[in-house]
């Protein structure tokens, strides 16, 4: 369904540009985007000129079901050793690894293992490529949106009074699981004031008369997730809770106003959070504006006043600012956001 080939040649460019003689590949959903495969215990080995992937007997016939276009090796023993053959058989002098997730302990083995080779520790290589969706990525996504758009129909008819954020959230995960998806993560369901934890887990309390209610769910479709929140509110709500409310709306429009290619990504939270600070809530806004979603719930690029880069058509992200009031309550507002080549797209609704 996609074009692994693709990607490999974009990912080659990126190695080439950087002067690596190979390139070790470990993340699990990087695993996935480059070949296919969903499985675990599996690794990507980049050459110059060729391609490896790397797994135990317990995925080997999944592996020579799924990945093409790669020289599939059984582990039969030792990964390091594997790997060390390799890269000596292809007289590899500088290895990169994905130093995010490679273990210190780990790295520190693999090097006694590859002959002399000197390994260079990298992040977010592969993490920046899928930054950027393809069309089929982004229909995959939209396809995830509007599954959770139609399950939190359905939740939002069950929040009455004395239903628990427990039950609530449960009931979210079973009817993705009925329409052919799984949860992206456990569903948050916080009442009153349980709302000013941002990720708050749901317990026993239950929905109240007059009640606030925040809703943040997110399910996986074909490989690709979707991520929004709401704020469901039961019959009379308190003046400062509609005021806050009203605040957080205005700082996501004003925040999405800014959102075309070529802006940097740090302006979007300045837009947004700029807004909260004048209201005199900025010490209640303490994350990031948002974040990428793709095969990740979370990952690039990420929304915040520290990120430079420059928005690019095909990246997929979050909007979500809010506030939260520790004891009392909070309100957070999240779309999912794609930019197109004049502007952006709202991908929830």
Do not use: W
């Not at 996935?32 to 992937?53: C, E, H, K, R």
């Not at 599939?72 to 997730?101: C, H, P, Q, W």
């Not at 089929?136 to 995830?144: A, F, L, R």
């Amino acid at each position: 369904m996609f074009d692994y080939k693709k990607r490999l040649r974009y990912l080659r460019s990126e190695l080439n540009a950087i002067s690596l003689g190979a390139f070790l590949i470990t993340n699990e959903t990087n695993v996935a985007y480059l070949s296919g495969f969903t499985g675990d215990d599996s690794f990507i080995l980049i050459t110059p000129d060729s391609q490896f992937f790397l797994t135990d007997s317990r995925y080997m016939e999944e592996a020579k079901d799924t990945v093409k276009g790669f020289t599939i090796i059984e582990v039969a023993s030792s990964t390091y050793d594997t790997i060390g053959n390799i890269l000596k058989n292809n007289r590899v002098k500088r290895i990169g690894f994905e130093s995010m997730n490679l273990p210190f302990e780990a790295a520190k083995r693999l090097e006694s293992y590859v002959g002399g080779a000197r390994l260079a520790p990298l992040t977010n290589i592969v993490e920046k490529l899928r930054a950027i969706k393809d069309k089929k990525e982004i229909g995959c996504i939209k396809k995830s949106v509007r599954l959770t758009e139609e399950t939190l129909k359905t939740a939002i008819n069950a929040i009455r009074p004395g239903a628990s954020e427990k039950f609530l959230s449960g009931q979210i995960e079973c009817e993705f699981i009925k329409k052919g998806a799984i949860a992206g993560f456990r569903a948050i369901v916080a009442c009153q004031k349980n709302s000013s934890k941002p990720h708050a887990r749901p317990g026993d309390t239950k929905v109240a008369r007059n009640d606030f209610v925040m809703v943040d769910i997110g399910c996986k479709f074909n490989h690709y997730n979707s991520d929004m929140t709401r704020m469901v509110l039961i019959g009379k709500i308190k003046d400062d809770i509609k005021e806050i409310y009203n605040i957080v709306r205005t700082a996501q429009e004003k925040a999405l106003a800014s959102v075309r290619p070529g802006t940097r990504i740090s302006d979007i939270d300045i837009a947004g959070r700029s807004y909260i600070d004048k209201k005199g809530y900025g010490k209640f806004f303490g994350h990031s504006i948002g974040h990428g979603v793709g095969m990740d719930v979370h990952e690039e690029p990420s929304v915040s006043r520290r990120n430079n880069d420059i928005l690019k058509p095909g990246m997929v992200f979050t909007i979500e600012p809010a506030i939260y009031i520790p004891k009392s309550g909070g309100v957070r507002i999240e779309d999912m956001i794609l930019v197109t080549e004049k502007g952006c797209e709202v991908l929830t609704k």
